[in-house]
């Protein structure tokens, strides 16, 4: 009843075998291509698969003060991170996790979404350098949220308020663009680097190299093991010139006013204190700034970005008188030049006033150590006048107007100094004579940096020797780094003795009785300078703009010096829209006082001995016994409770 | 007749192959789940082994001919058990092929239908008995097989689904399939792909023919499988990987399932899985033996459906690990990891053993 007698055909039961075995075959190829025949290329990509690298990363280096204190530090900041390799509901622990992080709920939440779809292996960052209680918080829910984890990285730890920004500068991410620029091309994507200031022009020395570690992941990409590590080189530290002392004073001298203030030892040029306000806190870019509080630094009408001291290009005013000394005592023409001040004179058929009449008086008969001490703007007028404008640009040249000081720092402005040349190049036109005459007080289309009026100022009171201002001394550079500059480091334009005496005697004066700064007299200080009040635009166009243009203030500027000649610093301010040079000698007055005070009590032999000094002497002590009372003695001196106390740390960062 | 029946007639031969395969399933499985969530699967799978060998010789002891006389209530039992699948179904990853029975059991009802299906299309086939299949009866025959399968389509669930396929083809091949009709079917069966495509597959379904295609254009979704798969293979070299990295680090996608062939030829290489695949081939030469010898054409008809699935299931198993088929979730037999899938391989070896203890009965 099954068909026993019809039997199936043989021939396709072995046609099935044959079937099989053919599958069976093609099976085996399979498995030879992929085995045998590319087995190298399915080796590489399963390496590809479980090795990592992951990078090390490398601290950047310290930034040191002149005496070695630290301005700029490393902190160990804490990024909070969700693994998904757990297989926690993330969604259900949101809560939670937004709650101890301080976190919107529904942020997170909408987060964790919209990362769903990115490979698991990749944590999502929730938030960067949290507080020390939210890594308690995730310290101590290791066991309820397995899924919360946290990575080390160092942040640059900047001083508070603001302090020193403009000259530190700060880092960020590498952009694409600087990718792209050849000077940059050893940096990877995802480097912090340098942005500006010393951060920037010192990035090399200060950028450590990262190292990397080979380790061996699962699918979820979770570390199960290493094979090979690459330490990360540290960056090395830079010291500067400044001096945090110094900085501290001129800091505090500024306040809150818009400006810049610049100290040099004209000496040897370095740089031993730069402010400019208003300022910006680096720390918010050490972390990540947002695109918000990045625009509101950007469109601030007062640039706080803007490091004044080297970017600002205002005209000088009055302190370009003292270029102007140089040039026509050097030119012969100033020595016994004697000018009637009536409050202005006739120039080219045009009528200068001279500042003075603003104060309804005149200066009078007035020589050249007048004119620099009231500052007459009528005995600089005749004196442009005589010496024409070649003869001014080419001693102001001389003295680093018009170009850059090469300063080691990013992004410096090279002002102007206006010549016939200058003119045609610029403007396709001819020098007007007249125009002269504004040059010869620091006005019309002369611009300058504190930073150059400084550095010119300085020279002249050296006796001539310019020098090139920098921010670190090469010695304590590693080896192989110096910075490029086309400047020379010391050039010497011969000033002649007698004149010397003349400009510096009369920049003494500017802050003495009678002089335009009488009031920052500095009492037992050599100080002398020159004010400046520098319009910041034509009198013409404030009398257009009547009212409004009230708001547009002179500039105050102050160049300082102490010692008067062969001076050990020089000091230059500016105060936007500080109305009067005056108030301008107050805030560097301040900073020359704060040098000359640490300056006397720099260490000697006595403050140099650890904790206790011997000292012997003898005295004289009249008593009644004895009319000349000779007295000795032998004292030991502890001298711990003597010492003023100065700064360890730039203020925040220790 | 069932007096003379003896287990000293067992095909052991056939036996100690099937278990070195199970053996070596069970030490793949331990190697691939050792440090993961599905640790001490290898155990389970014991179990299930167990039980498989229990139920085998317990399905050996019916007669087939008794259990041939029967298909006809067996068939509407299995259409009636799709049925409630497709109901009471549980649904788990998009789809319903579960049924949830009492003390926490879950049953694919899918995976015995085709044991059913093997007898239904022996009987249909012994009853015809001609040389020469006819329109009708290639219509008929085509349709035991077809209905069941549109009910699994529906679950859905296409790798199941398409393992009934073979028992149809081997029935046709077997019972007369005349060389014209073979043509014609496989030109229509052609022209219906591309419909096919569009109307019947998921899009699910689709995205895995898709990236069956061109993995690469999705490494991190359904073409992950396939290249991780290729990767786990390829890497094992001639003579296995060190540490089967792929396998252990969970790169290789579910490797006690569906993918232990991957697993087994990253830690053995092509030797290893060259040896595994010589097993098989034996145990299936054993089978067609078996077929040869059987006492009637019945017999020969019911192991010959077991042979034409096992055969499916390793070529689209092996084929889709090494690349040359999508993938489709189809376990390897014998080795992969899961209950339904072991206890209906042995009980087709019930079937087998059944035929073969009673070829010298007359």
Not at chain 1, 71 to 88: C, E, G, K, M, T
Not at chain 1, 153 to 160: G, S, V
Not at chain 1, 403 to 431: C, H, N, V, Y
């Amino acid at each position: 009843m099954f068909g026993r007698d019809e039997k199936v055909s043989q021939g396709r039961l072995t046609a099935v075998q044959y079937i099989i075995l053919g599958i069976f075959l093609l099976l085996t190829y399979g498995l030879w291509r992929l085995q045998v025949s590319q087995s190298d290329l399915y080796s590489t990509l399963a390496e590809k698969n479980r090795i990592r690298e992951v990078p090390i990363l490398a601290p950047r280096g310290k930034i040191l003060d002149r005496e070695g204190r630290v301005i700029v530090d490393n902190y160990p900041s804490f990024s909070a991170l969700l693994l998904r390799d757990s297989s926690r509901d993330l969604v259900a622990d949101s809560d939670m996790i937004a709650d101890g992080l301080h976190l919107d709920r529904k942020e997170v939440k909408d987060r964790i979404k919209r990362f769903a779809s990115t490979p698991q292996y990749q944590p999502i960052y929730l938030k960067d350098d949290i507080t020390p209680d939210e890594l308690a918080f995730i310290e101590s829910h290791r066991n309820e949220l397995p899924e919360l984890d946290t990575i080390m990285a160092h942040r640059r730890l900047y001083p508070r308020n603001g302090f020193m920004a403009h000259l530190i500068g700060y880092v960020g991410e590498v952009s694409e663009e600087m990718l792209n620029h050849p000077r940059f091309e050893l940096y990877n994507p995802g480097d912090v680097v340098g942005q500006s200031g010393i951060e920037l022009e010192y990035n090399n020395i200060l950028m450590g190299q990262n190292g990397s570690k080979q380790v061996v992941v699962n699918n979820k990409g979770k570390e199960v093991g290493q094979l090979d590590e690459k330490p990360a080189q540290a960056g090395k530290s830079l010291k500067l010139t400044v001096d945090i002392d110094l900085q501290i004073a001129a800091e505090q001298a500024l306040g809150d006013r818009n400006g810049a203030i610049v100290a040099m030892d004209p000496r040897n040029g370095e740089i031993l204190a730069m402010v400019s306000r208003p300022t910006f806190d680096p720390n918010d870019f050490a972390v990540r700034i947002s695109r918000a509080q990045w625009n509101k630094l950007v469109n601030d009408d007062d640039h706080p970005l803007l490091n004044k001291s080297i970017q600002a290009q205002l005209a000088p005013g009055s302190t370009f008188k003292i270029i102007m000394a140089a040039a026509g005592l050097q030119e012969g023409v100033a020595q016994n030049m004697k000018v009637n001040c009536n409050g202005g004179g006739d120039f080219y058929g045009r009528y200068f006033k001279c500042w003075v009449v603003a104060e309804h008086r005149v200066h009078g008969i007035t020589d050249l150590s007048k004119g620099i001490y009231q500052s007459c703007d009528v005995f600089f007028y005749t004196l442009a006048q005589k010496l024409g404008i070649e003869k001014i640009a080419k001693y102001a040249t001389q003295f680093g107007l018009g170009q850059k000081t090469g300063i080691d720092l990013p992004q410096e402005a090279s002002g102007i100094m206006p010549s016939e040349e200058w003119k045609i190049r610029t403007f396709k036109q001819k020098w007007i004579v007249s125009e002269t005459i504004s040059v010869g007080i620091g006005q019309g289309a002369v611009a300058a940096t504190p930073v150059q009026m400084m550095r010119a100022i300085g020279a002249i009171a050296s006796g001539g020797r310019v020098v090139r201002p920098h921010l670190t001394n090469p010695t304590d550079l590693p080896p192989g780094v110096i910075p490029a500059s086309s400047v020379p480091d010391e050039t010497h334009i011969p000033i002649d003795p007698k004149n010397w005496e003349i400009i510096t005697d009369a920049m003494a004066g500017v802050v003495n009785p009678g002089g335009t700064a009488a009031l920052s007299h500095l009492q037992g200080i050599d100080f002398a300078g020159k004010t400046g009040s520098a319009q910041t635009i034509s009198n013409a166009l404030k009398a257009k703009l009547g009212a409004q243009g009230k708001n547009f203030k002179d500039n105050g500027w102050f160049v300082g010096v102490e010692p008067r000649r062969n001076p050990e610093i020089v000091v230059c301010t500016l105060l936007e829209e500080g109305e009067h040079g005056y108030l301008a000698a107050r805030v560097a007055a301040q900073v020359i006082k704060a040098y000359v005070e640490k300056q006397r009590r720099q260490p000697s032999k006595l403050a140099k001995a650890d904790g206790k000094a011997d000292i012997a002497a003898i005295w004289n002590e009249p008593s009644e016994e004895k009319s000349d009372g000779f007295k000795g003695g032998h004292f030991t001196v502890k001298l711990s409770d003597k010492k003023v106390p100065s700064a360890s740390a730039a203020p925040g960062v220790n | 007749m069932a007096r003379y029946v003896s287990f000293r007639d067992f095909d052991w031969l056939l036996l100690l192959f099937v278990f070195i395969i199970c053996g070596l399933g069970v030490y793949e499985i331990h190697s691939a789940t050792e440090h993961t969530k599905f640790a001490g699967a290898h155990i389970k799978q014991l179990y299930w082994i167990a039980g498989g060998i229990a139920v085998m010789f317990a399905v050996s002891l019916l007669n087939y001919h008794t259990l041939l006389e029967q298909v006809h209530w067996m068939y509407i039992a299995a259409l009636g058990s799709l049925m409630i699948v497709l109901i009471f179904g549980q649904r788990y990853l998009g789809a319903k092929r579960w049924v949830k029975l009492p003390m926490g059991v879950h049953f694919q009802p899918s995976e015995w239908v085709k044991l059913i299906l093997i007898l239904a299309v022996a009987k249909y086939f012994v009853d015809l008995s001609q040389r020469e299949l006819s329109w009708s009866d290639f219509a008929k025959a085509g349709g035991i097989v077809l209905i069941p399968m549109a009910m699994v389509l529906k679950q859905p669930d296409l790798g199941t689904a398409l393992t009934y396929l073979p028992v149809a083809v081997m029935g046709l091949f077997l019972g007369g399939l005349r060389w014209k009709q073979a043509a014609i079917v496989i030109i229509l069966g052609g022209l219906m792909m591309p419909l096919a495509f569009y109307k019947v597959l998921k899009p699910y379904q689709r995205d895995r023919l898709i990236s069956f295609m061109e993995p690469e254009a999705d490494s991190q979704g359904t073409g992950y499988q396939v290249i991780q798969s290729k990767i786990a293979v390829g890497s094992g070299g001639i003579w296995g990987s060190q540490g089967g990295s792929q396998t252990h680090l969970s790169f290789l996608p579910i490797p006690q399932t569906d993918f232990i062939f991957a697993a087994f030829s990253e830690e053995h290489g092509f030797v290893g899985a060259l040896g595994l695949l010589l097993l098989y081939f034996i145990v299936l030469m054993r089978l067609t033996q078996n077929a040869q010898t059987a006492p009637d054409r019945a017999g020969t008809f019911i192991v010959m459906g077991v042979v034409a699935v096992l055969s499916f299931h390793i070529l689209v198993n092996v084929g889709m690990v090494v690349g040359f088929m999508p993938v489709t979730g189809i376990p390897l037999p014998l080795m992969s990891y899961g209950g339904s899938s072991v206890l209906f391989i042995f009980m087709a070896l019930g079937l087998v053993m059944n035929v073969r203890m009673r070829r010298f009965v007359n």
